[in-house]
């Protein structure tokens, strides 16, 4: 995945025991009539992270955000920010900023009047407003723009103007949601890159909501994946690439090979998974905790796999199929390869060279990856 | 049977018939009334049907004698009887208006902020009134407001007052009257411009610590400049020439130009003095008018 500058956190917090952690989500549940939108979810984000909340729509994530800004209030559980219990703390008391999907820019007021807005409403001193509001309007290039309406700009410079104004405030955090998903893809790439910057360059802590994965990647110190209402699994963006808890999360973040199979040989160093997916055994070089006879699912990456035309030297996680379909995306190519018990695999290979002996549509070729590679989880 | 070939024969065709129509209707249901009455208020008062002399005589050889008449318009300055009507129509269609404002507002907005379901019924419950006639509305005030109506007849059973309030043939029966008659006008132009509303941005006010009554003041009222005036030009430009409930409601004391028109026209036979007073009341509400259009044309495009 690609490589970001780097949230403002440079050491690991969450793995400090002692760490104090600046906001702390207990315990909250939020019912909608029946349906729990978030449920039991506890969390603690710690200060200078940028923490981004991965899932599908409706899977909660909006109702945690909005619960964090105070425009819901949490079903049961509390929600501390710098050691403050934030119950009953309406919106405009939280020392909390969110920038809006849509942004939510005022139709009415320029840009400088947009981002001033809220130091009007704390009545700061014009002559600091308006020097607040300038080294803001720099930090997002829009210096020039401030005599603009909002119906005058393009979306990226929108999507600027509304963080500027949810930043200018200083809060102790900031929300944002959906952040870069107006935005199109090489504008949004661009942004991450600027939004990272500018958030090691002010510290504040950031909590994204998020659908698109790669976003998350990017942005995140911290990923917290969920799915109906819960946290499925949260950590380093690696940690959840490279070491999912769980199918789920191994198939909603990043492309995978899913095989179901039962463990045939459980051994402290190795196992061995026998797979009718596969039509053939898994050998993983490293134990894992399951219980005897269960059903496992062995995850394997895309880029993981090599596929060569001649047979690979060794025996363990080899298998042959026919190509099905390529795609050829420039730096890399896609191919689904069908194996004789019908599953189809997915591999990607970097275009190293130029003219590569190009393997063709319908060509058998033998898959293997190293045993060291899949991912196995027990639910 | 297509009128097309006929119509074309004098340059008229598709698009040009569409928007003939209604130029046509216009020329014939107000360019020509108004000329007829803008002819008749530079005439002479006569006794004879009708009764007006003509503003052009022809002697039958070589003269054609044109004859205006501004003593009419003069007429209304000096008699301070028509300043005072003009004065107190703008009052009372001044007063009305903020009146509508100030109850249709909070209609309007509870009605843009409820489910789609219920805004439906509300919206209806808003426009039901139109199914029965006006008069016989105003008349169903008199019925309520009377001495022994229903208002004072319920006010006095459970024990509020003793003597029945006089409340009928009073200003304020013809502010009643007249709110309660416009207010759909007020609530519907208003309605339609908070529908349009992105809600979010209070959210974000509040966010920016705005109090929700700070929110509304800052975002929604501003936002929503264009349907009130709109709804306030829809209530005023009536109003001020609104002739049948004051008439109704206020009694006898209630001078509004309208019933100056009307008691011009009628029992004193002044032709030509209530056409220059109806021409003199369109004079003042065509900046309205204007101011009106302007809004509309503004609202559509879209910008605020």
């Not at chain 1, 981002?115 to 009007?120: S, W």
């Not at chain 2, 805004?119 to 209806?124: S, T, V």
């Not at chain 2, 302007?294 to 879209?302: D, K, L, N």
């Amino acid at each position: 995945m690609s490589t970001a500058p780097g949230p403002a956190v440079k050491a690991a917090p969450w793995k400090d025991p002692h760490a104090t952690p600046y906001v702390e989500i207990d315990r909250v549940t939020k019912s909608f009539g029946d349906f729990k939108a978030v449920d039991d979810i506890s969390l603690k984000i710690y200060k200078g992270e940028i923490f981004c909340l991965l899932g599908a729509s409706g899977c909660g994530k909006t109702t945690l955000l909005r619960m964090l800004g105070g425009f819901e209030l949490p079903s049961s559980g509390r929600i501390l920010i710098d050691g403050e219990d934030m119950t009953g703390v309406p919106p405009y008391e939280r020392p909390v900023n969110m920038m809006f999907q849509s942004y939510a820019l005022f139709p009415h007021m320029n840009v400088e009047q947009n981002v001033a807005f809220g130091l009007r409403q704390d009545r700061v001193p014009k002559g600091e407003i308006k020097d607040r509001v300038a080294t803001m309007l720099d930090l997002v290039k829009l210096g020039d723009f401030a005599k603009r309406k909002p119906h005058q700009l393009s979306g990226g410079q929108r999507q600027r103007v509304a963080l500027a104004r949810s930043l200018v405030k200083r809060p102790k955090l900031l929300l944002l949601d959906e952040p870069l998903g107006a935005l199109d893809k090489k504008l949004r790439e661009h942004t991450q890159f600027e939004l990272i910057s500018i958030q090691d360059k002010l510290g504040v802590t950031f909590v994204v909501v998020t659908h698109d994965q790669e976003e998350a990647m990017t942005l995140a110190s911290r990923i917290g994946v969920m799915n109906q209402g819960e946290i499925v699994q949260a950590g380093t963006p690696s940690e959840i690439y490279e070491f999912p808890n769980s199918k789920f999360v191994a198939d909603f973040v990043g492309s995978v090979n899913i095989f179901e199979g039962k463990l045939i040989e459980d051994e402290p160093e190795y196992v061995r998974i026998g797979s009718p997916d596969l039509g053939g055994t898994i050998y993983v070089s490293h134990g894992i905790s399951a219980a005897p006879e269960a059903t496992v699912w062995a995850a394997v990456r895309p880029e993981k796999i090599f596929m060569s035309t001649a047979p690979p030297d060794g025996t363990d996680n080899v298998v042959r199929g026919s190509v099905q379909d390529i795609a050829y995306l420039g730096d890399l190519s896609i191919y689904l390869v069908k194996l004789p018990t019908g599953k189809v695999v997915r591999v990607t290979q970097p275009n190293t060279s130029r003219h590569a002996e190009a393997i063709t549509w319908e060509q058998l070729v033998y898959l293997s990856w190293d045993s060291s590679s899949p991912v196995v989880v027990t639910r | 049977m297509r009128p097309a070939p006929f119509l074309q024969r004098f340059g008229i065709r598709g698009r040009g018939l569409v928007v003939a129509l209604p130029y046509l209707w216009l020329m014939l249901f107000f360019v020509v009334p108004f000329a007829i009455v803008l002819k008749i208020s530079f005439s002479d008062v006569d006794l004879a049907i009708p009764p007006y002399k003509p503003l052009w005589e022809w002697d039958g050889r070589y003269a054609l004698a044109i004859k205006l008449n501004f003593n009419n318009y003069a007429f209304l300055f000096t008699d301070p009887l028509y300043i005072n009507a003009f004065l107190n129509s703008i009052k009372v269609a001044f007063f009305s208006t903020v009146l509508c404002l100030f109850i249709g507002y909070p209609m309007a907005y509870g009605i843009a902020r409820a489910k789609p379901s219920t805004r439906n019924l509300l919206l209806l419950l808003v426009i039901l009134p139109f199914w029965t006639s006006l008069l016989l509305r105003v008349y169903a005030w008199i019925g309520l407001l009377k001495a022994n109506g229903v208002i004072n007849a319920l006010l006095m059973k459970i024990g509020i007052i003793h003597e029945p309030l006089s409340m009928l043939y009073t200003p304020f029966a013809m502010y009643v009257g007249i709110v309660y008659s416009y207010l759909p006008f007020f609530i519907l132009p208003l309605y339609a411009n908070l529908e349009k509303m992105d809600w979010q941005l209070l959210e974000a006010a509040e966010d920016l610590g705005c109090r929700p009554w700070q929110a509304f003041y800052k975002i929604t009222l501003p936002l929503s400049r264009n349907g009130i005036l709109a709804g306030s030009m829809l209530v005023f430009i009536p109003a001020v020439g609104e002739f049948v409930i004051p008439a109704l409601l206020g009694g006898p004391n209630a001078l509004m130009i309208g019933r100056i028109l009307w008691d011009e026209f009628f029992s004193n036979r002044a032709w030509p003095v209530a056409s220059a007073v109806a021409i003199l009341l369109l004079i003042l509400l065509v900046p309205f008018m204007m101011w009106y259009q302007s809004i509309q044309a503004r609202e559509s495009a879209g910008a605020r």
